[in-house]
T-cell receptor
Framework: AQSVAQPEDQVNVAEGNPLTVKCTYSVSGNPYLFWYVQYPNRGLQFLLKYITGDNLVKGSYGFEAEFNKSQTSFHLKKPSALVSDSALYFCAVRDPRSNDYKLSFGAGTTVTVRA | GAGVSQSPSNKVTEKGKDVELRCDPISGHTALYWYRQSLGQGLEFLIYFQGNSAPDKSGLPSDRFSAERTGGSVSTLTIQRTQQEDSAVYLC???????????FGPGTRLLVL
């Protein structure tokens, strides 16, 4: 079984401050991990993924995420948030040992960046 | 190149009516997925198609839901005898066979009155 938890429903930060969106996962083996962002009335946009290799993954729009196996976490970070980063963020996981490719998503975290 | 497209973007229907939602995946992507996004339920997997293999229907919530994929490309999700609890955004995604990233369409927002 695979699952993801996003412990914070909302994150509020001031523009220019660091942004962190938390994600923890549960997978039997080594996970494939993803972050997506959803703007109002839009579909999900892919931000970044971890499959293997370097634990620090860099993605679109200046976002990065760090895979931490011991803490089973994959937190999304941005050093300096912009108002335009305000959106709904989803973490997702897939167990590569499974025979299907479906993703399990977290409940989502709403990020609000105030000017 | 063109992304995943979905139609209609919005659909309002009366309880008991059937609806069809369409998804056109990225050209060359052999895997296609349907998810449902609703308040209180988050993002739920519905069904998955991979090439000519039998689809994985394990996420379909009831036998009122069905989907097909013609010619390995366009997919249609059909909901029969719609209920108010079917109101949600239905998202389609596609990916390459060995590529793990799923790319999503803009979704169809379904409202059942």
């Amino acid at each position: 079984a695979q699952s993801v938890a996003q412990p914070e429903d909302q994150v509020n930060v001031a523009e220019g401050n660091p942004l962190t969106v938390k994600c923890t996962y549960s997978v039997s083996g080594n996970p494939y991990l993803f972050w997506y962002v959803q703007y109002p009335n839009r579909g999900l946009q892919f931000l970044l993924k971890y499959i293997t290799g370097d634990n620090l993954v860099k993605g679109s729009y200046g976002f990065e995420a760090e895979f931490n196996k011991s803490q089973t976490s994959f937190h999304l970070k941005k050093p300096s948030a912009l108002v335009s980063d305000s959106a709904l963020y989803f973490c997702a996981v897939r167990d590569p040992r499974s025979n299907d490719y479906k993703l399990s998503f977290g409940a989502g975290t709403t990020v609000t960046v105030r000017a | 190149g063109a992304g995943v497209s979905q139609s209609p973007s919005n659909k309002v229907t009366e309880k008991g009516k059937d609806v069809e939602l369409r998804c056109d995946p990225i050209s060359g992507h052999t895997a296609l997925y349907w998810y449902r996004q609703s308040l209180g339920q988050g993002l739920e997997f519905l069904i998955y198609f991979q090439g000519n293999s039998a689809p994985d229907k394990s996420g379909l919530p009831s036998d009122r839901f069905s989907a097909e994929r013609t010619g390995g490309s366009v997919s249609t999700l059909t909901i029969q005898r719609t209920q108010q609890e079917d109101s949600a955004v239905y998202l389609c995604a596609s990916s390459l066979v060995r590529e793990e990233t799923q790319y999503f369409g803009p979704g169809t927002r379904l409202l059942v009155l």
